[in-house]
């Protein structure tokens, strides 16, 4: 069995501050990670993912996550946030164990990024 | 096409009608999904198709819902006497091969509205 949990339902940061949303997660086996965006009348678009290796993973528009194995997390982060990053995030976990179409997603973390 | 494509973009259907939702994703990709996102939640998982056939689809909530991908494109997901727990946003994705590429390529969903 696999889940995901977003603890954080809004997360509001200033435009040049340092943004971080929020993931953890649960599998039988291996994880495979992912993180998610969702602009307004938009469909998801991929930004990063972690299979293996390097624990420090680089995405899309400057994002970066760690995969933290003992605490089972994979917070994603911009070191500097524009406005136009105000959008809808969700991580996902791909349970190796499980089928290869089966992901589990997180319910979301709405971000809000003030000028 | 450029992208993943579903139509129509909106379904508004009375209780106990039939529905069908299209989904033609981005040629080339063997893999196929079809979620489903209600309000406030993430994606939840219905089924995936590798090529034909249906992979997994352990995500379908009961038997009102079927799903066909005749000649490994274009997908239809079909419901049978609709519910109104069944208004969500439904959503299809494509990728390559899974397993080896992990990406999904999502469409901009079909709302259904059942009244």
């Known amino acids: 069995a696999q889940s995901v949990a977003q603890p954080e339902d809004q997360v509001n940061v200033a435009e040049g501050n340092p943004l971080t949303v929020k993931c953890t997660y649960s599998v039988s086996g291996n994880p495979y990670l992912f993180w998610y965006v969702q602009y307004p009348n938009r469909g998801l678009q991929f930004l990063l993912k972690y299979i293996t290796g390097d624990n420090l993973v680089k995405g899309s528009y400057g994002f970066e996550a760690e995969f933290n194995k003992s605490q089972t997390s994979f917070h994603l982060k911009k070191p500097s946030a524009l406005v136009s990053d105000s959008a809808l995030y969700f991580c996902a976990v791909r349970d190796t164990t499980d089928s290869w179409g089966k992901f589990q997603f997180g319910a979301g973390t709405q971000v809000v990024v003030t000028p | 096409g450029a992208g993943v494509s579903q139509t129509p973009s909106n379904k508004v259907t009375e209780k106990g009608k039939y529905v069908e939702l299209r989904c033609d994703p981005i040629s080339g990709h063997t893999a196929l999904y079809w979620y489903r996102q209600s309000l406030g939640q993430g994606p939840e998982f219905l089924i995936y198709f590798q090529g034909t056939g249906a992979a997994d689809d352990s995500g379908l909530p009961n038997d009102r819902f079927f799903a066909v991908r005749p000649e490994g494109s274009v997908s239809t997901l079909k419901i049978q006497r609709t519910e109104r727990g069944d208004s969500a946003v439904y959503l299809c994705?494509?990728?390559?091969?899974?397993?080896?590429?992990?990406?999904?390529?999502f469409g901009s969903g079909t709302q259904l509205s059942v009244l």
């Open positions: 994705a494509s990728s390559l091969t899974p397993g080896v590429d992990e990406k999904l390529f």
